[in-house]
């Protein structure tokens, strides 16, 4: 049966290889467990329930992963991805004061426009439309995003009285224990211990339990998707100013895919003459993968590029997924230590602090940044609509301002320096509707 549905001898490989590099692959983005549910849980965010947060993002890992190895026999697993998570939490529900069930919505939009444009082939025209060093420097403004709220999160960096980002208290506890936790978390992905973000939060967290910082809350228990199954509000999303992030979505969802497709497939020897056999089915496990965990109450499920782990140990089919999912699904009878390990320090009012899970996100946001260096910077008509989006993500805490100036001033440089044919004409129409939405909105 195995031979039947993912042809091991074909891609030459065996049951007991895949298995572990299914456990490679799962150790590698297992942090996810106890990163998205800190994220969306978090008061300065979306403010959604921890558990529940918990529940959807294992059981919507363990779905999305499912799918992408029985529709396309790849070993690629999925969950809700870096980035997005932060722009749904922060951006959209913090900062744009968008309730979390309309957010949802947001997100489960999205997933089935990817769905709708995946089934019609759309998909080519915009990915060959997009310059792609504008998608470079996006991946690495969401890096330098990411890293700045982990830092903010262990309070390493925080806000002076006028507004400016100061070095925090490095004699806090909390802080402390972040800076142990970034230290030994930065060793061992240096030493290239596999799954070593994963061993970082753990021993980090165990720190924190040795000093009595983290109080002991047990180890099993099966969280509840009560507080967010179908609580998703898709009917409330369809605003005209949701317009912009459902946009944000579907753009870094597609291209989140397309990149960690191309780029596992390629160590994995997957390409044919530069292209991936069932690409769109792949791409149709993501965008499902994404309505499914919408459903459930998460935000944006996406293709991981740590699959590129279990690849290395030699995972060749989607036989790999099943062993990634079923860790994903027994994962949630661990969901006290998740809890303990993911939940936040109040150091003032509605002041919280994350030591055990930020320092995943600073290292997560250093591993985003290694596509600068594939950015042209000797055209300044690329390198500098590159540089804006890239300083514009964190310094404004918004994706979404990083990419309109990225789409706004890309062809205005092209077309005022007498280079306006070297854009496609999706970028000019899509520079359009951004200009548009701040005249607007």
């Given at each position: 049966m195995l031979e039947r549905l993912f042809k091991l001898k074909e891609n030459g490989t065996t049951p007991r290889t895949e298995l572990i590099a299914g456990a490679t692959t799962f150790m590698a983005m297992a942090y996810i467990i106890f990163v998205n549910p800190g994220i969306l849980s978090s008061s300065a965010g979306a403010a959604m329930d921890f558990r529940a947060v918990m529940a959807a993002t294992c059981i919507a890992s363990a779905i999305a992963t499912l799918l992408m190895a029985f529709l396309a026999n790849y070993p690629i697993a999925l969950a809700p991805g870096m980035g997005l998570n932060a722009y749904f939490s922060f951006v959209l529900c913090g900062k744009m004061g968008v309730p979390w069930n309309i957010a949802l919505g947001i997100v489960f939009i999205s997933g089935v426009v990817f769905t709708i444009l995946t089934v019609v082939r759309v998909r080519e025209l915009i990915i060959t439309a997009i310059p792609g060093n504008l998608k470079l420097?996006?991946?690495?403004?969401?890096?330098?995003?990411?890293?700045?709220?982990?830092?903010?999160?262990?309070?390493?960096?925080?806000?002076?009285?006028?507004?400016?980002?100061?070095?925090?208290?490095?004699?806090r506890p909390e802080t402390l224990l972040a800076l142990f936790g970034l230290l030994l978390t930065g060793t061992l992905m240096a030493a290239k211990v596999r799954g070593g973000i994963f061993w970082g939060i753990l021993g980090t967290g165990a720190v924190g339990l040795a000093t009595r910082m983290i109080a002991f809350h047990g180890v099993f228990s099966m969280p509840t998707l009560e507080a967010?199954?179908?609580?998703?509000?898709?009917?409330?999303?369809?605003?005209?100013?949701?317009?912009?992030?459902?946009?944000?979505?579907?753009?870094?969802?597609?291209?989140?895919?397309?990149?960690?497709?191309?780029?596992?497939?390629?160590?994995?020897?997957?390409?044919?003459?530069?292209?991936?056999?069932?690409?769109?089915?792949?791409?149709?496990?993501?965008?499902?993968?994404?309505?499914?965990?919408?459903?459930?109450?998460?935000?944006?499920?996406?293709?991981?590029?740590?699959?590129?782990?279990?690849?290395?140990?030699?995972?060749?089919?989607?036989?790999?997924?099943?062993?990634?999912?079923?860790?994903?699904?027994?994962?949630?009878?661990?969901?006290?230590?998740?809890?303990?390990?993911?939940?936040?320090?109040?150091?003032?009012?509605?002041?919280?602090?994350?030591?055990?899970?930020?320092?995943?996100?600073?290292?997560?946001?250093?591993?985003?940044?290694?596509?600068?260096?594939?950015?042209?910077?000797?055209?300044?008509?690329?390198?500098?609509?590159?540089?804006?989006?890239?300083?514009?993500?964190?310094?404004?805490?918004?994706?979404?301002?990083?990419?309109?100036?990225?789409?706004?001033?890309?062809?205005?440089?092209?077309?005022?320096?007498?280079?306006?044919?070297?854009?496609?004409w999706l970028v000019y129409l899509l520079a359009a509707l951004f200009v548009l939405r701040y005249i607007l909105i």
């Amino acid at each position: 049966m195995l031979e039947r549905l993912f042809k091991l001898k074909e891609n030459g490989t065996t049951p007991r290889t895949e298995l572990i590099a299914g456990a490679t692959t799962f150790m590698a983005m297992a942090y996810i467990i106890f990163v998205n549910p800190g994220i969306l849980s978090s008061s300065a965010g979306a403010a959604m329930d921890f558990r529940a947060v918990m529940a959807a993002t294992c059981i919507a890992s363990a779905i999305a992963t499912l799918l992408m190895a029985f529709l396309a026999n790849y070993p690629i697993a999925l969950a809700p991805g870096m980035g997005l998570n932060a722009y749904f939490s922060f951006v959209l529900c913090g900062k744009m004061g968008v309730p979390w069930n309309i957010a949802l919505g947001i997100v489960f939009i999205s997933g089935v426009v990817f769905t709708i444009l995946t089934v019609v082939r759309v998909r080519e025209l915009i990915i060959t439309a997009i310059p792609g060093n504008l998608k470079l420097a996006t991946a690495a403004g969401i890096g330098l995003f990411i890293a700045f709220l982990g830092l903010k999160d262990a309070g390493i960096i925080e806000s002076d009285p006028a507004a400016y980002l100061t070095l925090g208290d490095l004699h806090r506890p909390e802080t402390l224990l972040a800076l142990f936790g970034l230290l030994l978390t930065g060793t061992l992905m240096a030493a290239k211990v596999r799954g070593g973000i994963f061993w970082g939060i753990l021993g980090t967290g165990a720190v924190g339990l040795a000093t009595r910082m983290i109080a002991f809350h047990g180890v099993f228990s099966m969280p509840t998707l009560e507080a967010t199954l179908f609580k998703m509000d898709p009917v409330g999303a369809l605003r005209w100013e949701y317009l912009t992030p459902i946009f944000v979505f579907l753009f870094f969802d597609m291209f989140d895919t397309v990149g960690t497709l191309i780029g596992v497939g390629e160590q994995a020897g997957f390409m044919k003459d530069g292209k991936l056999p069932r690409v769109n089915r792949a791409l149709l496990s993501d965008s499902v993968g994404t309505m499914v965990g919408a459903s459930l109450g998460t935000s944006t499920t996406t293709s991981y590029i740590e699959s590129a782990a279990g690849v290395s140990a030699g995972g060749r089919t989607g036989l790999a997924n099943l062993m990634t999912a079923g860790l994903f699904l027994l994962a949630l009878f661990f969901s006290p230590l998740a809890e303990m390990f993911g939940g936040g320090f109040e150091i003032a009012p509605g002041v919280f602090l994350h030591p055990v899970t930020a320092p995943a996100l600073v290292i997560v946001g250093c591993l985003m940044m290694k596509c600068i260096r594939r950015i042209d910077w000797d055209d300044f008509s690329e390198a500098i609509p590159a540089f804006l989006t890239l300083i514009i993500m964190p310094l404004t805490s918004s994706i979404a301002h990083g990419l309109a100036i990225g789409f706004i001033s890309y062809p205005l440089i092209k077309a005022l320096s007498g280079r306006a044919k070297e854009v496609h004409w999706l970028v000019y129409l899509l520079a359009a509707l951004f200009v548009l939405r701040y005249i607007l909105i």
